[in-house]
């Protein structure tokens, strides 16, 4: 239906709120890019054939309600189910898991043990009880695991839409600005600059239209907070979005999406029609003077795009190339005109804002960093997922508590936040509070919230040479610093790693670390030196050992070390010269195999397959 | 009658700041972005052909050579990296005797490396097509290309 008055609007939200029937039962089908990849379409297939059955046969089904809902986040146990209200969490399941799920725990409410999580502890049955969540403070990204992102009335349902509804009812642009300023909330995107003062600055700024735009062209990899958002709350966005709309005054907006993300372009294309039908956007939005739109905009797969005003070239349809800033996009961007950019996640924090208030959302956080932060905690770590927790929170709480440590026993190295702009820090900092000025001073950065965790198998030297190449070949190449310098800090690096690393590439490093971040066009330029002045700072002894040793204490680096057979654990199976490539193994069954290290390419299936842990690396 | 090209430019409003888009489709459409179709877009967008170009040549999701049949994706996101996946991409470019951005002679497998896929529990991942694969090693890229071969 097509909403004309705000009061409309709020009379059908109450009426949808908590849908649910008495004594009903919802079935949460995480859908997210993560699960599905896991296989959750095929769960969610067998769910629908379970209950039309039910249906055929005159049980009660007609009160349970199946949703295919956005990420829950918890990515490792994927796919993930949950029956509300008792929010019974069963993790890995698969198709032929679902008749009894059905049976036992929707019709019944009896408990599936087999399909729980379980740690140490022994199983835990509800979903806020499991340390990864328990841990969490969820105030964006709560509502994922109990919405359609397909249904305006299911956002409606938990109080979406009620913080535009405010706006257009009792605030005028200026209130609006005062409040999102007093939230002090900072940009999500990596930058941390003031969100209200951007919003200011554009809504004073001169000229015949203005335009808001949402960068949701997350490039770091690791990072997939923003993917999650849109794919599973695509209606907090726009929300987000008209009321900063409201607030500077433009007509029209862009969500700029990377092409990359399928289903988060598409549940954000539904979302964008179900809200023009429900007249939440376009001409007189719920029947007021306020009108905007959103178009959709796929990036063509440049990480540079992520950059304000390459990202605003692109949409104009051109090259990705940065400016200089010397006059911000807020007075001159898109078309030349005034444009107000943010990220995802910091248009997803306007709601709330709006709807508890500054003085609410201040309470949360650090002096200079309020509200939440959603990280993607990846790597090394038994708990891989999405994770929202205060600002301030230190990275010792988001690995272990929430992540559950290191798997396999080993021990923790390092943990790279803010992409590849970012740091490697170190243990020693583990217990550093992470908002956006301890982290730079830390010498990383807050990022857009990718979290990578590194284990004593990972090497430093590796690292910063995998996101300086990575840096190479995204460098939009129209600075000569970041064009040529990078290309260097490369090579120096690929050297070190491949053995031929030469007195003084440490300080060569340095040297030209430093030029590229002092005189780089863009922020890519600019902080593209990150990991290596990081790792440098931190792991400067492993540096040392590769150049002066030829060593790799990690054994990462290939040209160090090579695969050899401890006589002592090898039993002769024979399996590692069976599944060996290049039949660079060889022995007599029952006896100690040996590696030919002419023949071996590295490819290290040996040492995969081995079930005695008797392919070992040793320094070449 | 109505060309493919024809069918794209229709779907966009004819003017510069389509061009991305539209090329995306014909991408999609054709697997690459040939000399004619570049050309004629530049034209009916009333884009500079040198510009046109640019983004041609600019964005990765461009390709001025056909793909092969099956693409396939290796993560080389920084989750991915951490847990191995220059080994997996080394074993596909052994076992396809191309390297990363080719594709096999005989126009079946294009090789590419991606920046994240965001499914980073799964790493390292190979998608081949639509099929994702979770945890792969390099004993097992061999398993998932015979795979693709025989569907």
């Known amino acids: 239906m097509r909403f004309t008055a705000v009061e409309q609007l709020k009379a059908h939200a109450r009426n949808v709120a908590d849908s649910l029937p008495a004594g009903g039962k919802m079935i949460s089908v995480c859908g997210g890019s993560g699960c599905r990849a896991s296989g959750a379409l095929e769960v969610l297939a067998a769910f629908q054939e379970a209950l039309a059955a039910l249906r055929k046969n005159g049980a009660s089904s007609a009160q349970v309600v199946l949703k295919e809902t956005g990420c829950h986040g918890f990515c490792e146990r994927g796919p993930l189910v949950v029956i509300r209200p008792g929010n019974i969490f069963y993790q890995r399941v698969g198709p032929e898991d679902v008749a009894e799920i059905v049976a036992k725990t929707v019709l019944k409410g009896e408990i599936v043990e087999s399909l729980l999580y379980k740690d140490g502890e022994g199983p835990v049955v509800h979903e806020e009880d499991i340390p990864f969540y328990k841990h969490q403070t969820r105030q964006v990204f709560g509502d994922n695991g109990y919405i359609s992102p397909r249904s305006v009335d299911d956002y409606l349902g938990r109080g979406g839409y009620q913080a535009l509804a405010k706006v257009l009812e009792s605030m005028t642009p200026e209130q609006v600005i005062a409040e999102v300023e007093a939230s002090s909330l900072r940009g999500r995107g990596g930058g941390g600059f003031p969100t209200g003062r951007k919003w200011r600055s554009c809504r004073e700024a001169a000229g015949e239209r203005r335009y808001v735009i949402c960068n949701a062209d997350e490039g770091d990899p690791g990072a997939y907070m923003d993917r999650s958002i849109l794919e599973g709350n695509p209606h907090r966005v726009i929300e987000g979005m008209i009321i900063g709309a409201f607030a500077v005054g433009a007509g029209q907006g862009y969500v700029y999406v990377r092409a990359e993300y399928p289903l988060a372009v598409e549940n954000l294309r539904l979302a964008l029609s179900e809200a023009r039908e429900a007249g939440l956007l376009g001409e007189n939005i719920l029947g007021t003077k306020h009108s905007f739109d959103i178009k959709i905009s796929r990036g063509g797969g440049a990480f540079v795009c992520g950059e304000s005003t390459a990202l605003m070239r692109s949409l104009e349809g051109k090259v990705g190339e940065p400016r200089t800033k010397h006059i911000h996009s807020v007075v001159s961007g898109f078309h030349d005109l005034p444009s107000n950019l943010n990220n995802v996640e910091t248009w997803a924090n306007i709601p709330l804002i709006i709807n508890r208030g500054a003085d609410w959302y201040t309470r949360t956080g650090t002096k200079h960093s309020k509200g939440t932060k959603l990280f993607s905690l990846v790597g090394k770590v038994v708990n891989t997922g999405l994770v929202e927790v205060p600002m301030g929170a230190t990275l010792r709480q988001i690995i272990f508590d929430i992540g559950g440590g290191i798997p396999a026993g080993k021990a923790f190295k390092a943990v790279q936040t803010g992409g590849p702009s970012g740091g490697c820090l170190p243990a020693s900092m583990l217990d550093l509070p992470v908002d956006f000025d301890e982290l730079s001073a830390a010498g990383s950065m807050m990022g857009s919230g990718g979290m990578i965790v590194m284990d004593e198998e990972t090497c430093m030297v590796d690292v910063a040479r995998y996101f300086l190449g990575f840096l190479v070949e995204e460098s939009c190449g129209k600075c000569t610093p970041c064009r040529e310098g990078i290309y260097q800090l490369h090579t120096i690096l690929d050297n070190i790693t491949r053995g031929l690393g030469r007195p003084g590439d440490i300080e060569r490093l340095e040297a030209l670390a430093e030029t590229v971040r002092d005189t780089s066009l863009c922020a890519l330029g600019k902080t593209a030196a990150n990991p290596v002045l990081s790792t440098l700072r931190y792991f400067r002894e492993e540096y040392r050992r590769h150049i002066e040793d030829r060593q790799c204490p990690a054994g990462v680096c290939r040209a160090l070390f090579r695969y050899d057979i401890d006589a002592e654990l090898c039993t002769g199976c024979t399996r590692c010269a069976r599944t060996c490539p290049q039949g660079a193994v060889s022995g007599k069954k029952k006896e100690p195999h040996q590696i030919d290290p002419a023949a071996c390419i590295k490819c290290g299936i040996c040492q995969d397959v081995c079930r005695f842990g008797a392919v070992i690396k040793v320094p070449a | ?151």
């Open chain 2, 1 to 151: 009658m109505k060309t493919a090209l024809d069918e794209i430019l229709c779907a966009y409003e004819a003017s510069p700041e389509s061009l991305i888009a539209v090329f995306q489709d014909v991408q999609e459409r054709f697997r690459y972005l040939s000399e004619q179709h570049i050309r004629e877009v530049a034209a009916r967008l009333e884009v500079p052909l040198p510009q046109a170009y640019a983004v041609a040549t600019f964005y990765n999701a461009f390709s001025l050579r056909p793909k092969g049949k099956y693409i396939i994706k290796i993560c080389l996101g920084t989750a991915c990296h951490v847990r191995g996946a220059p080994r997996i991409l080394e074993e596909a470019e052994r076992l396809l005797g191309i390297s990363r951005g080719e594709t096999t002679p005989d126009g079946k497998f294009s090789l590419e490396t991606v920046n994240c896929l965001g499914a980073c529990a799964l790493g390292p991942i190979m998608v081949v097509g639509e099929k994702s694969h979770g945890h792969v090693t390099p004993l097992t890229v061999q398993d998932i290309l015979k795979e693709t071969e025989k569907s």
